[in-house]
Nanobody, 132 residues
Framework: QVQLVESGGGSVQSGGSLRLSCVIS????????MGWFRQAPGKEREGVAG???????YYADSVKGRFTISQDRAKNTLFLQMKNLKPEDTAMYYC??????????????????????????WGQGTQVTVSS
């Protein structure tokens, strides 16, 4: 059974930093896309950053230069380093992966150029709040 568990969220002031972690268990695909996504109240879920099994990274335009995605394959952990946070970054942040079974609900993400679009494995989310 695939499980994704995020941690590291919190409340920071504008300009601050946070590092999110996502431990992924039971996921054994050699070809994959994984990433970080967020959803603010009243808004659609959107992509933030992604990484594929070739190590290529992708970012939404809104976070380029401020956020960095990375992974520790030995620890099955995905990270998101966030710097220079802005109030508009306030949202619930989720990690997700593809390759889910056909029976799983799929969320389509279209705002990260060049990255995979369909994700069925999701964590429970971690809240990030940035105050001005």
């Amino acid at each position: 059974q695939v499980q994704l568990v995020e941690s590291g969220g919190g409340s920071v002031q504008s300009g601050g930093s946070l590092r999110l972690s996502c431990v992924i268990s039971g996921y054994t695909y050699s070809s994959y896309c994984m990433g970080w996504f967020r959803q603010a109240p009243g808004k659609e879920r959107e992509g933030v950053a992604g990484i594929d099994s070739n190590g290529r990274v992708y970012y939404a335009d809104s976070v380029k230069g401020r956020f960095t995605i990375s992974q520790d394959r030995a620890k099955n952990t995905l990270f998101l380093q966030m710097k220079n946070l802005k109030p508009e970054d306030t949202a619930m942040y989720y990690c997700a992966a593809d390759n889910s079974p056909p029976s799983y609900p799929i969320v389509e993400i279209t705002n990260v150029p060049g990255f995979c679009r369909y994700f069925g494995y999701w964590g429970q989310g971690t809240q990030v709040t940035v105050s001005s």
